[in-house]
Nanobody, 123 residues
Framework: QVQLVESGGGLVQPGGSLRLSCAAP????????MGWYRQAPGKERELVAT???????NYADSVKGRFTISRDNAKNTVYLQMNSLKPEDTAVYSC?????????????????WGQGTQVTVSS
């Protein structure tokens, strides 16, 4: 299995910045896509941003121009730089990875989730 370790959440004022990290240390899986989802109180979980092994990215419309997702394939780590944060960004942010065991075709994949990290944007 893939163990995802998240860090970087916390309390920040509106307009501030946070950088989230998600790592899969010692993974023996090939990770094809990594990304971040979030869930605010009373709302369903939604996509924030994803990045594939080829570098292709997708962003939710609500974060375009403010958030940037990046990756370090050598470390199996994904980052989410969040700038110009708004109160509506407050949510639990969870890392996701789509991965296959090493040597297995990438179409035979599984999804893995981190435990989530709280981001609170408030004055």
């Amino acid at each position: 299995q893939v163990q995802l370790v998240e860090s970087g959440g916390g309390l920040v004022q509106p307009g501030g910045s946070l950088r989230l990290s998600c790592a899969a240390p010692g993974s023996r899986w090939a990770i094809h896509v990594m990304g971040w989802y979030r869930q605010a109180p009373g709302k369903e979980r939604e996509l924030v941003a994803t990045i594939s092994s080829s570098g292709s990215t997708n962003y939710a419309d609500s974060v375009k121009g403010r958030f940037t997702i990046s990756r370090d394939n050598a470390k199996n780590t994904v980052y989410l730089q969040m700038n110009s944060l708004k109160p509506e960004d407050t949510a639990v942010y969870s890392c996701n990875a789509r991965a296959s065991p090493l040597g297995v075709p990438p179409n035979l994949f599984s999804n893995f989730w981190g435990q989530g990290t709280q981001v609170t944007v408030s004055s």
